[in-house]
């Protein structure tokens, strides 16, 4: 299985900040990198696909990078709405491995 | 409105049987993919499989492999998980979520299942 390491796995911010957390994997999955955003009791909600194509309805302070095997998701002026946790998941093979998340806290 | 419902929250005993269900509506159901991830009570992701309704061809993680399986019934436009024989540790909330080419959109509301003696 690709193993998939984000960091940090924690993360104290405040509105307004650039915030960017990354995504490893322990081989390379070319682009095929999903990024998703999950709040409290609800369900996951797509952000990015392919490494870097934003999901329609997504606010474009959100942005994907990276191919290989490192990748960063960047949230350019942390809002309210963000703070939530974050999991990068590879398609690149069977299974589809997610990250352990990264929770974005209020600082 | 591309959707997902799935069926409502479980409670069962170890050793019980469960299917839970999740219906789509707003697209082809037989041209996409359809996921399954479990998420374990404070804990993150995992995907455990994965079905395409036109034709039933699965794949599965193997940590989940001969524990779990996952059908469809492409009449009714519906996926199914199912446990032959629960264990405590079978507690989480499951999710299926709809797999254009790999990632997962949209997904839906979640399932609890809760085993306990």
């Known amino acids: 299985d690709v193993q998939m390491t984000q960091s940090p796995s924690t993360l104290s911010a405040s509105v307004g900040d650039r915030v960017t957390i990354t995504c490893r994997a322990s081989q390379s999955i070319s682009s095929w990198l999903a990024w998703y955003q999950q709040k409290p009791g609800k369900a996951p909600k797509l952000l990015i696909y392919k490494a870097s194509s934003l999901e329609s309805g997504v606010p474009s302070r959100f942005s994907g990078s990276g191919s290989g095997t490192e990748f960063t998701l960047t949230i350019s002026s942390l809002q309210p709405d963000d703070f939530a946790s974050y999991y990068c998941?590879?398609?690149?093979?069977?299974?589809?491995?997610f990250g352990q998340g990264t929770k974005v806290e209020i600082k | 409105e591309v959707q997902l419902v799935q069926s409502g929250a479980e409670v069962k005993k170890p050793g019980e049987s469960l299917k839970i269900s999740c219906k789509g509506s707003g697209y082809r159901f037989t041209s996409y993919w359809i996921g399954w991830v479990r998420q374990m009570p404070g804990k993150g992701l995992e995907w455990m499989g994965i079905i395409y309704p036109g034709d039933s061809d699965s794949r599965y993680n193997p940590s989940f492999q001969g524990q779990v399986t996952i059908s469809a019934d492409k009449s009714i436009s519906t996926a199914y998980l199912q446990w032959s024989s629960l264990k405590a540790s079978d507690t989480a909330m499951y999710y299926c979520a709809r797999g254009p080419i790999g990632w997962f959109d949209p997904w839906g509301q979640g399932t609890l299942v809760t085993v306990s003696s």
């Open positions: 998941q590879q398609y690149n093979s069977y299974p589809g491995t």
